[in-house]
């Protein structure tokens, strides 16, 4: 069983919509949670973090943390095309130990 | 600030051979990771270094090896090269003592083709 699970997608969302991904992990012990983006021949950028339960805002983006379901979810809200790549989430385990999702391809059409 | 600096950008080996990979983390993170992100493994995580002392592993062969010095740059290392460890291989440095309390800065990685 993987530690961080993500639908691979793509997921096609209308510009101007609401983008909603997805990210389920194993340990119950994890502190820390992260989504980055990654856009197609360049390296992840740190986009948000969320560390106890409940929604974090930043712009456009919401991270929702549900520690009981052990889900993590990123909204982003007014998809714009420049939204499209790769969003994975990454998991903190035991303050040392980091295990990433595989991704999620988000394509906004124009 | 500087960011997280790789070099070289890109790189071709034969099956065989070695290769050494530089990455320095922006200045004050002591924290050094390197992964390897292919298309069908995604990001998979190598090894940490902090203050000069490999913290974690992944399951990786010891053909990859890694260190780091004082001035927290480090490198790391691919012997007899295989051509399945064609990748984009991304160092992150943090500021925290672990992986990344506060997330990871990426550099902008070194594209390895092994031929």
């Known amino acids: 069983q993987k530690e961080v699970e993500q639908n691979s997608g793509p997921l096609s969302v209308p510009e101007g919509a609401i983008a909603s991904l997805n990210c389920t992990y194993s340990d119950r012990g994890s502190q820390s949670f992260f989504w980055y983006r990654q856009y197609s021949g360049k390296s992840p950028e740190l986009i948000m973090s969320?560390?106890?339960?409940g929604d974090k805002e930043d712009g456009r983006f919401t991270a929702q943390l549900n520690k009981a379901s052990q889900y993590v979810s990123l909204l982003i809200r007014d998809s714009q095309p420049s939204d499209s790549a790769t969003y994975l989430c990454a998991v903190l385990y035991n303050f040392n130990k980091f295990y990433f999702g595989s991704g999620t391809k988000l394509n906004v059409k124009p | 600030k500087a960011g997280v600096t790789q070099t070289p950008r890109y790189l071709i080996k034969t099956r065989g051979q070695q290769v050494t990979l530089s990455c320095s983390p922006i200045?004050?993170?002591?924290?050094v990771s390197w992964y390897q992100q292919t298309p069908g493994q995604g990001l998979q995580f190598l090894f940490e270094?902090?203050?000069?002392?490999?913290?974690n592993k992944g399951n990786f062969p010891g053909r990859f090896s890694g260190r780091q010095f004082s001035n927290s740059r480090s490198e790391m290392n691919v012997s007899t090269l295989e051509l399945g460890d064609s990748a984009l291989y991304l160092c992150?440095?943090?500021?925290?003592?672990?992986?990344?309390?506060?997330?990871?800065?990426f550099g902008s990685g070194t594209r390895l083709t092994v031929v």
């Open positions: 200045s004050g993170h002591r924290s």
């Open positions: 969320i560390y106890s339960n």
């Open positions: 270094y902090f203050s000069e002392t490999q913290r």
């Open positions: 992150a440095s943090s500021t925290d003592s672990g992986t990344g309390g506060l997330g990871y800065t």
